[in-house]
């Protein structure tokens, strides 16, 4: 199933696929979902983020096998910077060199703590696209990256979420301007997404709606005001956002 | 004033104190506030967390003067820890030792960022009593300090908030099961409430209700599970957790 979060004169509403319409669900976190009368066609929709996460984490070092001789580590980011499909990522010249980072994201469905490996597909809701924007002249100046993460809108999701991903060999390309400038696969994560999670909840509580940018295996791109940021998924699709 | 957040059979209220009442309030962010007709007799009301923020945030290395050689630092809690008067703190026995920590804790009442020591006093609701628990083991295993600062539970706050205190000298009072363990004010701050708003504020927005643990000056101590911990500071009240 794909499901997204659009726009309505009425408000935001939670969404599924259903041909060229998006067909209104009641809880988008239940299992079954449960579909209302209401449908927008999909054609002028606007697209929003398609969950409001109270946590984001993302994962540190997990770019490539190396990583793994080190424990998995993670950073929150703040629910603030959190932005959907079209809306522009704010640069601050003051802070320096900003990357975009393409990475899988997992959308968490329920309260989850101590999962173990076994748990991971129910814990899941789905999987988006996320842009872990990162002001990267200030990790240096503060490990804790509460710095380099949390400009205006950091962090971009969507543009939708699909439920039936198999996470392992998820292909990332990311083009700025247009131009193909970093192709990976989630496939070179140091810890995968199940190792990510079981890890995660052993040490906090995750619900409905948060989120994990489960890491950039080579996929970082320098950008600048201007640009614009296109990160593609293969099963998923395209999240673009202007840079300014 | 005095204002706090409280059960009601329709559900959760942001009041305002009025005599041996409790008197609900359209915006508890707007000045000037607004109060309805809705009334609760203070005695026998159950305190919640006084606000719901989206953004916690905690000083990192602000513990004293030394501290200031050193350029401010914050790290992220998750939203999910927060909790109220009298909820408990949860306890992993497999992290190892944990430690309260009282600290004067700001709560912002709007929208901001980059703010100079001007816009302070209009950015900030008020002041309540935060216990910024941390499982202090974590912490060389963790810079980041995601796997020390998030259990259930960590953030208590409350019992309510205080407008019209002055920041610069609150006594800071930590007693675990009714014995005194640690004194101290915020007067020992190496980095100032104004220093650390105009700090924050110029890497990351905040909004209503988002909330600074201000740091800690010698006010942390050991629990252990069956213990209480009340936490007191001068112009506020105490605020009391069971730790399980």
Redesign the interface.
């Known amino acids: 199933m794909r499901l997204a979060r659009i726009a309505t004169p009425a408000g935001p509403r939670h969404v599924v696929a259903d041909g060229a319409d998006w067909v209104v669900v009641e809880d988008v976190f239940a299992r079954p979902l449960v579909r209302t009368d209401e449908r927008h066609p999909q054609a002028g929709a606007r697209l929003l983020a398609p969950v409001e996460p ?2 984001v ?1 993302g994962m ?1 070092h997990n770019s490539g096998p190396a990583d793994r001789q080190l ?1 998995p ?9 959190v932005v959907g499909p079209g809306d522009p990522v704010r640069i601050d010249p003051r ?1 320096g060199e900003v990357k975009v980072e393409g990475e899988l994201t997992l959308v968490v469905r329920r309260e989850c ?1 101590n999962l173990t490996p076994e748990d991971v597909p129910d814990a899941v809701l789905g999987w988006t696209v996320g842009n872990d924007v990162t002001a990267v002249d ?1 990790t240096p ?7 380099a993460k ?3 809108g950091f962090t971009p999701i969507g543009p939708w979420i699909e439920t039936d991903l198999d996470p392992r060999d998820v292909a990332i390309d990311v083009d700025v301007d247009g131009v193909r400038v970093a192709s990976s696969s989630s496939a070179g994560l140091a810890w995968d997404v199940v190792e990510q999670l079981v890890y995660l909840t052993s ?5 409905p709606g948060d989120v994990i940018l489960t890491g950039s295996p080579g996929t970082a791109a320098t950008v600048r005001a201007g640009d614009r940021s296109d990160i593609t998924l293969s099963g998923i699709g395209t999240l673009s956002n202007p840079i300014v």
């Open positions: 109270r946590v984490l540190a424990p580590q993670a950073f929150m980011k703040s629910a603030r910077t802070r703590r200030q100046l503060d490990e804790k990256m509460t710095q949390n400009g205006d040490h906090l509580t995750l619900g």
